[in-house]
């Protein structure tokens, strides 16, 4: 507990002038005001509390900003509960001995408290129901410090302020991990001296002239020197997902995702889109770690929150900071899988939330004859990264999925990274799309019910749905699936 006593008129008065001197020049008690302002908290209650905190933090924002301004709203609160609490006294000071529940030392413990039977920094705040405003309840929070265990070279927190969620069950990882049978072939002697830039040195991107690497991005190398992924190139892209008919497709004469795993028969390709990769550049090249060419291999940058959503989808990703166009975000992390494990794992827990797989059906031109034990895929169910909790939206989703070539040359194998499509604002929830058909009945994949709330969400005619867009329950095969309704979540 900490006491915000003897708060006399004279410094109320300097409290005066040097709030309004804040409120004028510094941005980040602007953005705090922006916030209590939301909740239509006056800035003359807001003002005392914020430099109090300040004051105890040594002038740290970290846990005043921490899950948009909790701690700050937490401690307004509580100051009104006080007051309340000393009317009818007859000393006159309500408004002078203000009180504040929890110091930012007590809030970091509160947030960052190591559970030794998992590792991660987990707390459940249990806090007494209270009233403010009205309206205002506090509720049970699950907080986790860091989900990734610091594995990634940022910490990524988890809450839940909603409070009817258990903490989703799965194993970290920051790369894939081969489940058991998958073909995956990663080595130096395979990379010959055309695809690779041996004699390059520093910076790619600053050379004079593209080196080998950008070959498969026409020459020109796909990012800026700001580490963002070029407009051109990103468009395009986009266009190809939004009009695939218009571009180039290789059709399989026994399709691995068209197979009737009863029958032992395949049905008719549908077709898989020749997509564009970027290279980056990697072992065998001459360039440096921090070369402008390797934005996907050195890992995530941006800070992120894994968060529960209010709109029915349940855990959802959502960025701490404005994002320009074009950035990285992270990798689709999972473990590999050949299509045919991924089937039997779907048959043997058909009943189990699923994560949304994704096939790296990519380059399947270059491969002849491909088997269903040897087509590939990644699976985040039960291990992976934060882009497990990235949810679908259809048609104007804020990111797009790129495939990207670092280690292996043919592409049998390759990364997915996400990339922002627009600039993007912090707290807005970060959204990809599946590009499923809805419609389609006979595809291996059955569509969950969507509820992106998007104004071109093509499942509109799905109503009241309480599904989760890539938490999911297991798929099987849509022979096994007649008659059977998906409900998610």
């Not at 096939?359 to 699976?379: M, N, P, Q, R, V």
């Not at 929830?429 to 006979?442: A, R």
Request: hydrophobic letters at 30%; proline letters at 3%.
């Amino acid at each position: 507990m900490i006491s915000l006593s003897g708060l006399t008129s004279s410094v109320e008065s300097d409290l005066d002038m040097q709030q309004a001197m804040l409120t004028n020049k510094d941005e980040k008690v602007l953005k705090a005001l922006e916030r209590t302002r939301q909740l239509d908290i006056p800035d003359e209650k807001t003002m005392p509390v914020l430099m109090k905190l300040l004051e105890e933090a040594g002038g740290n924002w970290s846990y005043i900003k921490l899950d948009n301004y909790t701690a700050l709203v937490d401690a307004i609160y509580s100051v009104e509960d006080e007051n309340k609490q000393s009317e009818g006294s007859s000393n006159g000071n309500r408004g002078k001995n203000l009180k504040v529940i929890d110091s930012p030392a007590t809030l970091k413990k509160t947030y960052e408290t190591r559970s030794a039977s998992s590792g991660s920094s987990i707390q459940v705040v249990q806090k007494q129901p209270q009233l403010s405003n009205g309206d205002r309840k506090r509720k049970y929070k699950s907080r986790i410090a860091d989900i990734t265990k610091g594995s990634e070279s940022v910490k990524i927190p988890l809450v839940d302020d909603v409070g009817s969620e258990a903490v989703p069950k799965f194993t970290y990882i920051p790369h894939n991990i081969v489940y058991q049978s998958a073909y995956l072939h990663v080595s130096l002697a395979r990379i010959s001296d055309e695809d690779c830039c041996a004699n390059c040195k520093g910076n790619c991107l600053s050379a004079d002239f593209p080196c080998t690497c950008a070959r498969e991005t026409s020459g020109e190398y796909a990012y800026t020197k700001e580490g963002l992924l070029k407009e051109k190139f990103l468009d395009t892209c986009l266009k190809m997902k939004k009009e695939p008919d218009s571009f180039p497709k290789v059709y399989c004469k026994d399709c691995p995702l068209e197979r009737d795993h009863d029958k032992g028969t395949y049905g008719k390709c549908d077709g898989h889109l020749i997509r564009k990769f970027i290279k980056e550049c990697w072992r065998k090249c001459g360039c440096d770690m921090q070369c402008g060419n390797r934005v996907v291999q050195r890992g995530i940058r941006c800070q992120l929150q894994v968060y529960f959503t209010q709109e029915g989808k349940g855990w959802g990703l959502r960025t701490l900071q404005d994002l320009p166009k074009g950035t990285f975000i992270c990798e689709y992390i999972g473990e590999i899988l050949t299509n045919t494990e991924l089937y039997d794992r779907n048959v043997r827990s058909s009943s189990e939330r699923h994560t949304y797989p994704v096939t790296l059906d990519a380059d399947w031109g270059s491969e002849k004859d491909l088997k269903d034990e040897e087509a590939l895929c990644l699976d985040a169910t039960i291990c992976g990264n934060v882009a497990r909790f990235i949810n679908h939206r259809c048609e104007d989703a804020n990111m797009i999925d790129i495939p990207i070539e670092i280690e292996t040359p043919d592409r049998h194998y390759y990364h997915i990274a996400f990339f922002t499509l627009r600039d993007v604002k912090a707290m807005d929830e970060l959204t990809w799309d599946y590009m499923i058909d809805f419609n389609d009945k006979s595809h291996p994949v059955k569509a969950f019910r969507c509820c992106c709330g998007s104004e071109s969400c093509r499942d509109r005619k799905i109503k009241g749905s309480q599904g989760k867009s890539i938490e999911r329950r297991k798929i099987v095969s849509a022979k096994k699936q007649q008659g059977e309704k998906e409900c998610l979540r």
